[in-house]
């Protein structure tokens, strides 16, 4: 039986990029296959950084395709280009194009406050004066309606694009907003992907200084999506004091590396619980242990968030901390988060 074109792209999907679970065919590397006989010649093409990752694409693609029935010859070409001259190279597409900074919120395990830290940090660059957007892009666990107070749903314009919730002078957009509260979210990679792509080219973000995207835990489809598709100008790890938050935040930092978006920093929520009556700093989950993680990784430490119940009050009130008790502790924590990222992008 004569091999296929279908044959050989099955056979690269065993191919992953390096140090991610996705395989180079679903990340649209492979861009030509051709078969004569038992020849077979194939066109890889890639955005790497890092020529290590490129010469294990082609040693590994090299392999599974030379194992294939049939096979007599295998012609590999594998081009891997730096990210600035893949952009050069590429022809100009415009993506968000009012909005002058992209800032992922991302975490390598659920359950660290990720998203009670996005809502927090939106708020506070609103407060610094800076215009404001929150995307949320926890498909499987949208939230961000509830934490914002949005009490409405989105309209579509003339254009008809998709208006979002103006809350607390920030632009907030949720898979929430679309859905009913108990509808679980069981929807396939690819589904997930075309409702982040639709996020990023249906919805009229209009002119803003910040978007903030909420990203789901771990590091699948939806983050691998997200830095495909928007050129984010750079990330924040959240993680807590305990090590298993720790172990995953550094997967998460080391997924970003990986696809080449610049981690701002690691900010360790949950730090410690200050009392409001005498200040004393009990230190409950542990503390220090973001600042270590940055420390050993290389990459600065943002700041600690410390425990209030007020932030959990606030958070299912509709009006996070920063808005509900904008002089307690906690919101003067997520004020300073944002000045460092603010220092850290710069005025560009």
């Known amino acids: 039986m004569a091999l296929t074109e279908a044959q050989v ?9 390096p140090g991610l679970s996705r395989d180079i065919v679903s990340f649209g590397f492979v861009k030509r296959v051709a078969i004569s006989g038992g020849r077979v010649e194939v066109t890889i093409a890639m955005t790497t950084a890092k020529p290590d990752a490129a010469a294990a694409v082609e040693r590994d693609a090299r392999q599974v395709l030379e194992a294939l029935p049939g096979v007599s010859e295998v012609v590999l070409e594998c081009q891997a280009q730096p990210p600035a001259a893949a952009h050069a190279a590429m022809p100009v597409r415009t993506v968000l194009p009012g909005v002058r900074r992209k800032i992922a919120v991302a975490s390598g395990k659920g359950g660290v406050g990720k998203s009670t830290v996005a809502a927090n940090l ?22 961000q309606q509830l934490m914002m107070g949005c009490r409405e749903r989105p309209l579509v314009n003339a254009e008809e694009k998709i208006v979002p919730v103006d809350a607390q002078g920030v632009k907030v957009m949720s898979l929430g907003f679309l859905m009913d509260a108990d509808q679980p979210v069981i929807w396939r990679g690819p589904m997930v992907m075309k409702a982040l792509q639709q996020f990023i080219e249906d919805v009229a973000w209009g002119e803003l200084d910040y978007l903030v995207v909420d990203l789901p835990p771990g590091t699948g489809d939806a983050q691998l999506t997200m830095t495909q598709q928007v050129p984010l100008d750079g990330a924040v790890i959240v993680t807590t004091p305990q090590d298993v938050a720790l172990i995953d935040a550094r997967k998460g930092l080391a997924m970003f590396q990986r696809v080449n978006v610049r981690v701002l920093g690691i900010v360790e929520n949950m730090s410690a619980f200050v009392c409001p009556h005498c200040g004393a700093r009990s230190e409950i989950f542990k503390s220090g242990g973001g600042r270590r993680t940055a420390a050993e990784l290389g990459v600065p430490f943002l700041g600690d968030i410390p425990i209030d119940p007020a932030v959990v009050v606030g958070g299912d009130a509709g009006t996070p901390i920063v808005a509900s008790h904008p002089d307690s502790v906690a919101a003067q924590a997520f004020v300073a988060l944002a000045a460092e990222v603010v220092s850290a992008l710069g005025n560009g």
Do not use: H, Q
């Not at 792209?9 to 990029?17: H, N, Q, T």
């Not at 660059?125 to 800076?130: C, N, P, Q, V």
């Open 122 to 143: 939106a708020l506070a660059l609103r407060r610094g004066g800076a215009s404001v957007g929150l995307l949320d892009a926890d498909i499987y666990g949208p939230s």
């Open 9 to 17: 792209s099955e056979a690269l999907k065993k191919v992953k990029f």
